[in-house]
């Protein structure tokens, strides 16, 4: 009897624990709205729809502007996997997930201006999630979060120790469903909305999420639709439901949400001032539907064309839009073999790919057993029977499957304490935001407390686990860093001494901010560049810098990931040694290619060409741009100099060197770290002067760059064949390309622009000219700079006269 009790109460729970697992792994109905990529999205401005389109590849994106009624075809032709809009723009995914692209449909143009997000083509990127204002995603199979800002505003990051299975994002806010713990709501951004969101749904798990302007909606772990978050306009009323797994895909706006339902694929919405009335949709089955803040369209079953209705959408008029087929889902290259194939897909596609139809995913949901009748009066029953036995039996079947659960959480949480070592005061601090660091006596925690100077220990280690226990972790959960290389790496120096040879001088290849690099070569056969701090000695100023400098560095380069950014591929930390390993830049760094003894005199160099210049110059202009502008929180690299810009084996040019970056000011603040830093020659006057620091410190370094590009000068030289005084290539360069004698000034080493490389060469000479300005109000931003140099590097391809119209842009803020 007792076996027979055991056996079944084992069953039981293994039953229960299976259902769950299945429900919440496989349970991923389609949801998507304001936040979440699909391949359907909406800008407000213009009130802009744009799909990815079906039929052979390219699956390229086609967009439809209702304001003036046009239909565009956006650049580059090539295929897309997912799309989300935000209020003034919209992102993409290509295909293969490894590079995000940003277009701004602001404006009224016959094309949309686009710029390169992020690109990595060994760290892809899914659940794309676009709010008002920002934009995330998360890293494939880890689930940690990537953001990036598209306006000086700050946002707030989780935690770097939490991954998310899916992820959507509103007004200044995202939310996500954690991977462990529950499948519970993690919320982070704006902190008012963002937690009042997050304590809305406590510890009720999820199995997914959508955001709107201010709430959010998703299934629970049951299968039945809930809503938190901002009710002003009635948004989080949830329709009575009949059942669980009702309602499929969600599509929420600012002030309504809208679902459809499963059944029949109708829509049916909420709030918003009773003006999103569905009844405009009856008879019409949809494939997905997604919002703007005021508006929403949806892609229908019956030819796969885009309805949209709303109070914001061309004075309410349900229209279809006059966009080419859309593709309800991205076609992939699998079998679908989990979720089995869209029933149109081989139409869809043109048998280039699949699409996997996720409503196939979805299991029947557990009917759960009606309850065991209630045992009888203790009275009717003066002794022991078979029923009540029976009832007893029962009793302790529930007890005992209670008390099997509650043993179950006991043990995970006393593998968790023991893992983590709270249970011994040792709690793990992870932190994907970077703490200030600062290069005085007194140091911060990422949440502005002060550490005390009685134990300087705490600080390094602190910042150290900080950037790069996220990588570890990836590490530990099995993502093997051969398959990864991107990810930090802990080396031990017995390895860096066998990959450089005992750090030999034939291995040496430069320096950097706190030491000397070296060419390494890594038991796996990976080839690297490896920077080792400079001896100690005896004096604690220059251990304090090299330690300031190695933290830096490897906090920063952990969590940054852009085509124009040298990769960090690990570090060690032995002792009073400190190396980072990066990937090795065949190509070398600009200064040399450009000022180095063997090169001053060949005339065959492939930088001997102002196509390739002017493309080195937009390479790294971007790099910088993407530290300003989309990296959270934003960074000051503080030492641009052509040392600085490596190139790669592509001849693609990356900056290095970010052992004197700091975090950004707050906007409308100025930071003013202990002392000036950078390079003679580079450095921005102001800053040094004044000791007031602003990204534009960061464009007067790159203008002086684009000088040494043009002129081929040095950013000090001396002016006469016989060595006269030193010059600035600012003052060398500046009065010549104002007095319209440029041509006097370029590296002959070059020779003249070809008639169609001259304007591109002037834009380029004017856009240093005001990078170099003595007050960095008077210098344009990185988004301008990118901006010349890519038009810049078209008018090098282009006739003289077919562009010649162009405008130079130069914005002072």
């Not at 591929?569 to 003894?597: F, P, Q």
């Amino acid at each position: 009897m007792k076996n027979s009790v055991n056996l079944r109460l084992t069953s039981v729970t293994v039953t229960v624990t299976v259902t769950l697992v299945f429900i919440i792994f496989f349970l991923t109905p389609s949801s998507h709205a304001l936040g979440s990529g699909t391949t359907l999205a909406i800008t407000d401005a213009s009130a802009t729809v744009c799909g990815v389109v079906s039929g052979p590849p390219p699956h390229r994106i086609e967009c439809y502007r209702g304001s003036s009624g046009q239909v565009i075809a956006v650049a580059p032709n090539v295929s897309f996997s997912t799309i989300s809009g935000g209020r003034s723009f919209f992102t993409g995914l290509r295909s293969g997930n490894a590079s995000l692209l940003l277009w701004d449909t602001s404006n009224n143009n016959a094309t949309f201006e686009r710029k390169r997000l992020y690109n990595n083509g060994n760290v892809p990127l899914e659940n794309l999630a676009v709010g008002d204002s920002h934009v995330c995603a998360t890293v494939a199979n880890s689930g940690t979060v990537e953001c990036w800002r598209i306006n000086n505003e700050t946002f707030e990051l989780p935690s770097g120790s939490e991954n998310f299975s899916s992820i959507s994002s509103g007004y200044g806010f995202s939310c996500g469903i954690l991977k462990k713990n529950g499948s519970f709501i993690k919320c982070w951004g704006e902190r008012t909305i963002s937690s009042e969101i997050e304590n809305g749904f406590g510890n009720m798990s999820m199995l997914s999420v959508v955001a709107g302007g201010e709430h959010v909606c998703g299934l629970n772990s049951t299968g039945f639709l809930v809503c938190k978050g901002n009710n002003s306009f009635g948004q989080i009323n949830v329709p009575p439901q009949s059942g669980a797994l009702e309602y499929s895909g969600l599509a929420l706006g600012a002030e309504h949400s809208c679902a459809i339902r499963r059944s029949n694929g109708s829509v049916v919405c909420w709030g918003g001032r009773g003006q999103f009335d569905a009844n405009v949709t009856n008879g019409v089955s949809f494939e997905l539907i997604v919002s703007g803040s005021n508006f929403t369209c949806g892609l229908t079953t019956v030819n796969y064309s885009v309805l949209c209705w709303g109070p914001g959408w061309s004075n309410s008029r349900f229209e279809e839009l006059p966009l080419t087929r859309i593709l309800p889902g991205p076609c992939v290259q699998s079998s679908c073999s989990e979720c089995g194939i869209h029933p149109d897909s081989q139409s869809l596609c043109s048998g280039f790919g699949n699409i996997c139809n996720p409503n196939t995913c979805l299991p029947q949901m557990p009917v759960p057993e009606p309850p065991p009748p209630p045992p009888p009066p203790a009275a009717a029953v003066p002794s022991p029977s078979p029923s009540r036995s029976k009832t007893l039996t029962r009793g302790l079947l529930a007890f005992a499957i209670v008390g099997s659960v509650g043993a179950f959480i006991g043990i995970c949480s006393i593998v968790y304490c023991l893992w983590t070592g709270v249970c011994f005061g040792k709690k793990k601090v992870h932190n994907s935001v970077q703490p200030t660091i600062t290069r005085g006596g007194s140091s911060s925690t990422s949440n502005g407390g002060s550490v005390a100077n009685s134990s300087p220990p705490s600080r390094s280690s602190t910042i150290r686990r900080q950037a790069s226990r996220i990588m570890m972790r990836r590490q530990r959960s099995g993502t093997s860093s051969a398959k990864h290389p991107d990810r930090a790496e802990e080396f031990t120096l017995a390895e860096l001494v066998a990959a450089t040879d005992n750090f030999s001088l034939e291995n040496k290849i430069g320096a950097g901010s706190f030491g000397v690099v070296y060419k390494g070569k890594l038991a796996d056969g990976r080839e690297v560049a490896i920077k080792r701090g400079f001896e100690t000695g005896s004096k604690m100023k220059k251990y304090q810098e090299k330690e300031s400098a190695f933290e830096s560095e490897l906090a920063f380069l952990s969590r940054l990931h852009h085509k124009h950014l040298v990769r960090l591929v690990g570090y060690c930390e032995e002792k009073d040694e400190r190396l980072l390993v990066y990937e090795y830049m065949k190509n070398g760094a600009l200064h040399d290619h450009l000022h180095g003894k063997s090169n001053v005199e060949k005339s065959c160099s492939v930088l001997n060409f102002w196509k390739m210049r002017i493309k080195i110059a937009l390479d790294a202009s971007r790099g910088i741009e993407y530290l300003h502008n989309y990296a959270v929180p934003s960074i000051i690299h503080r030492d641009i100099k052509s040392s600085n810009i490596l190139i790669d084996a592509n001849w693609t040019a990356r900056v290095s060197d970010f052992g004197l970056s700091l975090m950004s000011p707050e906007p409308d603040h100025d930071q003013r770290p202990m002392k000036a830093a950078g390079t003679v020659g580079y450095i921005d006057p102001e800053y040094y002067g004044l000791n007031v620091l602003t990204a534009k410190s960061d464009v007067y370094g790159l203008g002086v760059v684009l000088l040494e590009l043009l002129t081929g000068k040095r950013a000090i030289f001396k002016n006469g064949e016989d060595g006269g005084n030193p010059l600035s290539v600012v003052d060398f360069a500046v009065p010549a390309i104002m007095a319209g004698e440029l041509v006097k000034i370029l590296d002959p080493r070059v020779g003249a622009p070809e008639p169609n490389e001259v304007e591109a060469v002037e834009l380029m000479a004017y856009t240093a000219m005001h990078c170099v300005n003595l007050e960095g109000k008077d210098r344009p931003t990185m988004a301008d700079i990118v901006s010349n140099l890519e038009r810049a590097l078209v008018l090098c391809d282009s006739s003289h006269d077919s562009i010649s119209s162009g405008i130079i842009t130069i914005v002072s803020e």
